[in-house]
């Protein structure tokens, strides 16, 4: 402070400036000059309590804190080098005189020297902020860090954080041990841990994971990795991503999990369905040749009954021959072994040909397709018409006797739309998020009586996935359903 400037007027102005304290340099008293209105406000003091009084007569002092933070030290520091001291962040607690109790505070603070004209600190300048909030919010944070961190260690899980600007990666020591390497060796990064992925899966399943969760968001897949003792291991990662203000990806975050014991078990329910169906085949095919000799044998006896009974008989059979393909399919779908056949074909004969199929085994019932000009399509004829004949059964299924079934194909700008329209029972909003979950089933009396394991919809889905396509539902509960799934067009 220079000598021709008035005190009492830097006084006055003083009062009004922010958060700040004028304290002489008369070590070791540190008198009080002066007080801004908003630090008295944030410190629960007054200016005739505090103005004129040594600083630890007006705020007693804390000697549990270090030199650092303890205010003495900090003043004592101002003082003896002519220079600035910042204090980040201490705790002082502050009396509150409504409920008579001190309440915690936090507090950061700058103490600037203000030099005389012989270079000695006059006085210091203290300005201090609350930051109360702050600290608890930080508190807050790394409580629940602990949190996760005790939640991941229990659940045996690696956590890990990709930068997608510069590709750094960072990676939880649990990494390390899920793909065999001691957790006190160097974290693996990334490219490292890619390595120890089956090749086929980084191909197939971690790059396509890896572009549709910049798309969506979601990061999903489970792969097969190799341990440096050369066992096979499942893991199972998933993860979000995190996008900037201009809606660019900029980060991911996700977990791993080893689910190699599920994985084995999986397995070996899926052996044991393929090879009970694959059993099952061919006593079944016995019994429906034998249906088929007979019906031709007994075709001209004229008796109604035997023919009907011998044709309902069939039905059944065909019933549980598409059942017995559908599990056989599910298990070489969970295997990785279902295998697509792609061929060019009119989608517009294929349907022609499940609706006459299903004529066959649903008499009587109406189903309206109008065929326009040919769709060509590049896909595996036998499995779209799986689901497609799936689609058509569901809708038949869900749906009187006396409504019409209505079937469209129609060209879109790149793919091809096929949709199957009923006008049944509908579906619940909540029950078409799921409707193409493995083994989901909707619940409500009106489905009691009706028989299926829940593999249909789920089998389409995956099917339509491995084809590049798409599949949806659109429904109202109470007004029918309309399935559909859309293919990549031949042009």
């Known amino acids: 402070m220079t000598a021709d400037l008035s005190v009492e007027l830097f006084k006055i102005v003083f009062e009004k400036s922010?958060?700040?304290?004028?304290?002489?340099?008369?070590?070791?008293?540190?008198?009080?000059?002066?007080?801004?209105?908003?630090?008295?406000?944030?410190t629960s003091s007054t200016r005739e309590h505090i103005v004129g009084k040594g600083f630890f007569e007006a705020f007693p002092e804390d000697k549990t804190l270090s030199d650092d933070t303890n205010a003495r030290s900090v003043f004592t520091r101002v003082v003896d080098t002519g220079q600035k001291v910042d204090v980040p962040s201490y705790r002082f607690d502050v009396y509150n005189r409504d409920t008579g109790i001190c309440d915690i505070r936090y507090?950061?603070?700058?103490?600037?020297?203000?030099?005389?004209?012989?270079?000695?600190?006059?006085?210091?300048?203290?300005?201090?902020?609350?930051?109360?909030?702050?600290?608890?919010?930080?508190?807050?944070?790394?409580?629940?860090?602990?949190?996760?961190?005790?939640?991941?260690?229990?659940?045996?899980?690696?956590?890990?954080?990709?930068?997608?600007?510069?590709?750094?990666?960072?990676?939880?020591?649990?990494?390390?041990?899920?793909?065999?390497?001691?957790?006190?060796a160097p974290l693996l990064n990334h490219q490292e841990l890619q390595r120890q992925v089956d090749p086929e899966d980084l191909k197939n399943i971690v790059v396509a994971a890896y572009h549709e969760a910049l798309v969506t968001g979601k990061y999903l897949y489970e792969v097969r990795i190799s341990l440096p003792d050369e066992s096979l291991r499942w893991i199972k990662t998933q993860g979000i991503v995190i996008y900037n203000e201009k809606n660019i990806p900029v980060r991911m975050l996700g977990t791993v999990l080893d689910i190699t014991d599920n994985k084995r078990d999986e397995i070996r329910k899926n052996d044991f369905i393929a090879m009970a169906s694959h059993e099952l085949k061919t006593p079944l095919t016995s019994v429906k040749a034998y249906l088929q000799i007979l019906a031709k044998r007994l075709a001209s006896s004229g008796d109604s009954f035997v023919n009907s009974t011998l044709l309902k008989a069939g039905n059944q059979v065909n019933k549980m021959t598409d059942l017995i393909h559908a599990f056989l399919d599910l298990s070489r779908l969970e295997s990785g072994k279902l295998q697509l056949k792609l061929a060019d074909f009119d989608i517009n004969a294929l349907i022609e040909e499940i609706i006459a199929e299903t004529r066959l085994l649903s008499p009587g019932r109406i189903i309206y397709f109008q065929p326009g000009e040919k769709l060509m399509v590049?896909?595996?004829?036998?499995?779209?018409?799986?689901?497609?004949?799936?689609?058509?059964?569901?809708?038949?299924?869900?749906?009187?006797?006396?409504?019409?079934?209505?079937?469209?194909?129609?060209?879109?700008?790149?793919s091809v739309k096929v949709s199957v329209e009923d006008k049944g029972i509908g579906i619940r909003p909540k029950d078409q998020e799921k409707l193409f979950q493995r083994f989901y089933r909707v619940e409500g009396d009106k489905m009691k009586n009706i028989s299926g394991f829940g593999i249909g919809l789920y089998l389409s889905r995956e099917i339509m996935q491995r084809h590049k396509g798409a599949i949806g539902v659109e429904s109202e509960e109470g007004k029918g359903a309309t399935f559909y799934f859309t293919l990549p067009a031949v042009h």
């Open 18 to 42: 922010p958060g700040s304290l004028l304290i002489k340099g008369d070590a070791p008293r540190f008198t009080i000059a002066a007080a801004s209105d908003s630090y008295l406000e944030v």
């Open 107 to 184: 507090w950061s603070c700058s103490n600037i020297p203000l030099l005389s004209t012989d270079g000695k600190v006059d006085y210091i300048l203290n300005t201090v902020i609350d930051i109360t909030e702050e600290v608890r919010a930080r508190e807050i944070i790394a409580e629940n860090e602990d949190r996760l961190r005790l939640a991941t260690d229990a659940a045996a899980l690696a956590t890990w954080d990709l930068n997608l600007l510069d590709y750094s990666f960072v990676s939880s020591p649990r990494m390390n041990e899920i793909f065999g390497h001691p957790p006190d």
């Open 378 to 414: 590049r896909a595996d004829h036998e499995k779209i018409g799986q689901v497609t004949s799936n689609f058509l059964s569901n809708a038949l299924k869900y749906s009187d006797k006396e409504t019409i079934i209505s079937i469209t194909a129609v060209k879109e700008i790149d």
